[in-house]
């Protein structure tokens, strides 16, 4: 979100120069993502005349028609009670993952997975530890477990230290158990830029904790669950939840 800052920052100073006049739909929404900086694609309109949705990476946020306000919330439908941003939050969610892929994660899945989870975790977060002595009990289960790096204290600290050498390790999966064990992995060094784009992925999130589960629904659950109940979670409509994180 704080990419999107600048831009309106910059609407903001230069007044009338910056708004948009409320027209064309599709009109509309070229005109305020060229004005946020956004691509065409990540303006839609909402179902809120003159109300139009933005995407900015696994966040979903609204914009008016004129570009002046920017409304960070949730858009309930009052007929039937239904959170329309929570499923727009979730295909967000997974969209972002794709872009990110198998590539930058340490995947531990079984041959025929029933569902994936991909879990923001920290090497020294003690319910993260949990998580992983659950893991071989969850791909029994026939859930894929993908794992991406969060280094909750930040870039540089001994937690990214961790992560960049589990990374680096010529056996990553070997690598990790040792260090969810509370093991010490041999510092080694390659290019863990996988382990910035996780951590990118959680700041956008807006997490402050781990473990961070994305469903294969797009649900977020905050934090841990033990494997029953994250695989009765898994079967479950999408709805927001918040457990166990450190």
């Known amino acids: ?33 060229k004005q946020l900086g956004l691509r065409a694609g990540d303006v839609t309109a909402s179902p809120v005349p003159g109300l139009y949705r933005i995407t900015i990476g696994p966040q979903v946020a609204y ?20 959170n329309l941003t929570l499923s ?8 972002y993952i794709r872009q990110l892929g198998p590539a930058d994660m340490i995947v531990f899945a079984p041959p025929h997975p029933k569902h994936t989870i991909t879990v923001l975790t920290d090497i020294d977060c003690e319910y ?9 009990r969850l791909n029994a289960m026939g859930i894929a477990v993908r794992y991406l790096f969060f280094p909750r204290d930040g870039v540089g600290s001994v937690s990214w230290q961790k992560a960049v050498a589990v990374w680096c390790a010529k056996d990553r999966k070997v690598a990790f158990e040792a260090a ?18 996780g951590y990118r992925f959680g700041q956008l999130l807006g997490i402050d904790g781990t ?28 709805r927001p939840a918040r457990h166990h994180s450190k």
């Open 1 to 33: 979100m704080k990419a999107l800052l600048t831009p309106l920052l910059a609407c903001t100073l230069l007044g009338a120069a910056c708004t948009l006049q409320a027209g064309n739909g599709a009109a509309v929404e070229a005109r305020l993502a």
């Open 63 to 82: 914009v008016s028609a004129d570009g002046r306000y920017l409304i960070r919330g949730d858009i309930i439908d009052m007929q039937d009670g239904a």
């Open 88 to 95: 727009q939050r979730a295909q967000a969610r997974l969209a």
């Open 128 to 136: 993260c530890r949990m998580l992983e002595h659950d893991r071989p």
């Open 180 to 197: 969810m064990r509370g093991e010490p992995v041999k510092s080694a060094t390659c290019n863990a830029a996988p382990v910035a784009a």
């Open 211 to 238: 473990p961070a589960i994305i469903t294969d629904r797009g649900r977020l659950i905050d934090g841990y669950l033990p494997a029953p109940e994250l695989a009765y979670a898994l079967n479950l409509p999408s």
